[in-house]
């Protein structure tokens, strides 16, 4: 079975300043990874998506991860926050089970951006 | 605006009781899947419907039940609830079942058992 660990349950940025929200997984296979962001009270977004393409991949709103097998990571990176970013993100590997693929999440990120 | 729907927004009720969540998903999707939020437990896949069919069980329990239509909207339905249901339920819809297929998620149905 795959599954995803989020490093760190709670970040703290200055606007401005870089963002670098860790994700590490396990699989036994090419995985297919995602970052969601849900803001409160608010459903998931996709940011972003890994598909065995292109490792670095780009996502909205200035979002971009890189998904490094040697290192089984594939952590999310911004280079400037904005207060808009404060939400929880969710490092996302997508499971085959008998016939089809489900979602793993991570356990969440919680950014907090300071003025 | 992701076009999965869900309804009601917010739902109160007591223990004991039986409710229905509903969602309709983006148009062309044919696979819905439904998860649930809680402080405690984090986001758990609950089950998935492929065309109408079944796919898969996550950590669903024997009081829930889900169905999905022709037409192609899910509903979800929990009974004997307990305060321990309390909690946000997502669904959320994607075209077919590949493995790097993406989800689309609703705004979500908060629940509360009181």
């Known amino acids: 079975a795959q599954s995803v660990t989020q490093l760190d349950s709670h970040v703290s940025v200055s606007e401005g300043t870089p963002v670098l929200l860790r994700c590490n997984y396990s699989?036994?296979?090419?995985?297919?990874l995602f970052w969601y962001v849900q803001h409160p009270n608010k459903g998931l977004q996709l940011l972003l998506k890994?598909?065995?393409?292109?490792?670095l991949v780009k996502g909205i709103n200035g979002f971009e991860a890189e998904f490094k097998k040697s290192e089984t990571s594939f952590h999310l990176t911004k280079p400037s926050a904005h207060m808009s970013d404060a939400a929880e993100y969710f490092c996302v590997v997508s499971d085959h089970l008998g016939g089809t693929y489900k979602y793993i999440f991570g356990t969440g990120t919680r950014l907090k951006v300071l003025a | 605006d992701s076009g999965v729907t869900q309804t009601p927004k917010h739902l109160i009720t007591a223990t004991g009781q039986r409710v229905t969540l509903r969602c309709s998903p983006r148009?062309?999707?044919?696979?819905v899947y439904w998860y649930q939020q809680s402080l405690d437990q984090g986001l758990q896949f609950l089950i998935q419907?492929?065309?109408?069919?079944?796919?898969a069980k996550g950590n669903i329990l024997e009081r829930f039940s889900a169905q999905q239509f022709p037409d192609l909207h899910s509903e979800l339905n929990l009974s004997s609830l307990e305060l321990g249901d309390s909690a946000l339920y997502f669904c959320?819809?994607?075209?077919?079942?590949?493995?790097?297929?993406?989800?689309?998620f609703g705004p979500g149905t908060r629940l509360l058992v009181l």
């Open positions: 699989s036994s296979y090419s995985p297919s």
């Open positions: 959320a819809s994607s075209v077919a079942l590949a493995r790097g297929e993406t989800q689309y």
């Open positions: 148009s062309g999707d044919l696979s």
């Open positions: 890994y598909t065995s393409a292109a490792t």
């Open positions: 419907y492929y065309n109408g069919e079944e796919r």
